[in-house]
């Protein structure tokens, strides 16, 4: 296997389990600040519980992300160069027999699994980004409605004011 190859794996792999560290570590954080009764902290606390629990599950999978990429840098990457290098010298009928079929099958397999995983990671991101626009956009409503609601009630007190000077 290649340096660079090694090289990018293990940065990679060093990436994706320092974010997934660090990010945990803040999820749990703000999971012990919030407490688990919904009535303590109302509509915030449950949305902030969701938010934690999401981001430990994407947490969660950077790791089998990682482990993923180990495994396959330890011990698919050097027999899969070695049946390229195979079929580059004696053709495709390298690659015909039954141990480097099962072999291109289990290839094959792993990368579809973290493929999929990585995608669910992705689906994941892209829900909590869709949970936190949703209660941002709950939340400017509702000072929206609480500014309108103040604008009224000092108008009306300006009004009855005026009328009282009149």
């Known amino acids: 296997m290649p340096r660079t190859q090694i090289v990018f794996g293990v940065v990679l792999v060093v990436a994706l389990l320092g974010l997934a560290g660090f990010y945990a570590w803040r999820q749990v954080l703000l999971l012990r600040r919030v407490p688990a009764d919904p009535e303590a902290w109302g509509e ?6 969701r938010l934690a629990w999401r981001r430990l599950v994407c ?31 004696e053709g ?13 099958r289990l290839y094959g397999y792993y990368w579809i699994g973290f493929l999929l995983l990585l995608l669910f ?20 409503r509702r000072l929206q409605d ?6 009224a009630r000092q108008t009306a007190l300006m009004r009855e004011r005026r009328e009282q000077q009149e």
């Open 146 to 151: 609480d500014r309108r609601a103040m604008i």
């Open 44 to 49: 915030e606390g449950v949305y902030l519980r």
């Open 92 to 104: 495709p009928e390298a690659a015909e027999g039954p141990e480097q079929k099962d072999f291109i």
């Open 121 to 140: 990671l992705v689906v994941l991101a892209g829900i909590d980004l869709w949970a936190v626009r949703r209660f941002g956009l709950r939340q400017l």
């Open 59 to 89: 947490s969660g999978v950077m790791v089998l992300l990682a482990v993923l990429l180990v495994g396959a840098m330890l011990f698919l990457e050097v027999p899969a160069q070695r049946l390229a290098d195979r079929v580059d010298e």
